[in-house]
């Protein structure tokens, strides 16, 4: 069980996008911009350095510099959940200290990624992990991406260390997250992860939710929340009938950050393009704007409910 209080981390959490210069640099000055930008629009969590922050096309420096500048930003005003995740042990031991060093409130990792460990590795791994920093450590399982999918096992296994205060359940099934809230019980968190069953997630136990899409309308996703924390369920199942479908033409553009990041720009947060190997899409995109202006009229339209 874990030693930490998880109650702070039930908030929708904005898995942020990295802002690059036009020489694919970080734009340090766009990463403070848009950590103010969710704070103001009431957001109280994000998660930085993951699949949506494009954390494994950054180099370890840069993670750092990424994790330290939202932290002295906002982290006065925000949880700031860090993914450490990386191809070996030791660097993400390395990010770990860090960012318990400039004040992150919790770290998150994935498996190793390109290899298929086994599931001792990933112990092991996950478990070095815990070690390099005293912070709540959240399991982070996407077998989509990384082609290994968190047994009960190792579940179970990874429960008795003091320091893993929940999961990132990023797997398809909707059921996973009932069997990992069942097994860790009250004191544990379990965030949904696919955007499309937000509501589905939590109604199976979860108890928040961080995703790709939260940044592109930050509104609806806390708005499905509110009703849920309401026990509103009927009018947060309305508000996901809109989402999700918004959630599909986010994924029809040549890449989905481009596109999340495309919108938060014409929102004016300029966030400049993802890196290569994702595409870019233009802002003037006729259904990039288009989306953008629908995205605007979804919040109008579900302000009062």
Same mark, same amino acid.
């Given at each position: 069980?874990?030693?930490?209080?998880?109650?702070k981390?039930?908030?929708v959490t904005?898995a942020?996008?990295?802002?690059?210069k036009?020489?694919g640099? /970080?734009?340090?000055?766009?990463?403070?911009?848009?950590?103010?930008?969710?704070?103001d629009k009431?957001?109280?969590?994000?998660?930085?350095?993951?699949?949506?922050?494009?954390?494994?096309?950054l180099?370890t420096?840069?993670?750092?510099? /990424?994790t330290?500048?939202?932290?002295?930003?906002?982290?006065?005003?925000?949880?700031?959940?860090?993914?450490?995740?990386?191809p070996?042990?030791?660097?993400?031991?390395?990010?770990?200290?860090? !960012?318990e060093?400039?004040?992150a409130?919790?770290?998150?990792?994935?498996?190793?990624?390109? *290899?298929?460990?086994?599931?001792?590795?990933?112990?092991?791994?996950?478990?070095?992990?815990?070690?390099?920093?005293?912070?709540?450590?959240?399991i982070?399982n996407?077998?989509?991406?990384?082609?290994?999918n968190?047994?009960?096992?190792?579940?179970?296994?990874?429960?008795?260390?003091?320091?893993v205060?929940?999961?990132?359940?990023?797997?398809?099934?909707?059921?996973?997250?009932?069997?990992?809230?069942?097994?860790?019980?009250?004191?544990?968190?379990v965030?949904?992860?696919?955007?499309?069953?937000?509501?589905?997630?939590?109604?199976?136990?979860?108890d928040?939710?961080?995703?790709?899409?939260?940044?592109?309308?930050?509104?609806?996703?806390?708005?499905?929340?509110?009703l849920?924390?309401?026990?509103?369920?009927?009018?947060? !199942?309305q508000? =996901?009938?809109?989402?999700?479908?918004?959630? *599909?033409?986010?994924c029809?553009f040549?890449s989905?950050?481009?596109?999340?990041?495309?919108i938060i720009s014409l929102?004016?947060?300029p966030?400049?393009?993802?890196?290569l190997?994702?595409?870019?899409?233009?802002?003037?995109?006729?259904?990039?704007?288009?989306? *953008?202006?629908?995205?605007? =009229?979804?919040?109008?339209d579900?302000?009062?409910?």
């Open positions: 069980m874990s030693k930490f209080d998880i109650n981390f039930k908030h904005v942020l996008n990295t802002p690059f036009q020489d640099s /970080v734009d340090v000055d766009a990463v403070k911009a848009v950590s103010r930008y969710f704070r009431g957001i109280k969590q994000m998660y930085v350095c993951g699949s949506t922050g494009e954390g494994f096309l180099d420096e840069e993670r750092m510099l /990424v330290e500048t939202v932290v002295k930003e906002v982290g006065q005003d925000m949880n700031i959940i860090v993914h450490v995740g990386c070996d042990t030791r660097h993400s031991c390395m990010l770990a200290e860090h !960012a060093k400039v004040g409130a919790a770290t998150s990792a994935v498996p190793c990624v390109y *290899y298929r460990p086994s599931e001792e590795s990933v112990y092991r791994h996950w478990t070095e992990i815990t070690k390099a920093a005293d912070l709540p450590f959240f982070y996407i077998p989509q991406l990384t082609g290994f968190l047994s009960m096992n190792l579940f179970n296994r990874m429960l008795e260390n003091e320091r205060a929940g999961v990132k359940c990023s797997s398809d099934p909707a059921q996973d997250i009932l069997r990992f809230k069942l097994a860790g019980g009250k004191d544990f968190i965030f949904n992860g696919p955007d499309e069953q937000f509501v589905a997630g939590r109604l199976l136990g979860a928040a939710g961080i995703g790709g899409t939260y940044g592109a309308m930050p509104e609806l996703y806390m708005k499905m929340d509110e849920i924390k309401r026990g509103e369920w009927d009018k947060a !199942a508000v =996901q009938n809109i989402v999700t479908p918004l959630i *599909y033409r986010l029809s040549a989905m950050h481009g596109a999340v990041k495309g929102d004016g947060c966030m400049g393009d993802p890196r190997p994702f595409l870019p899409v233009a802002l003037d995109d006729p259904e990039l704007v288009q989306l *953008y202006k629908d995205i605007k =009229q979804a919040i109008a579900t302000k009062d409910l």
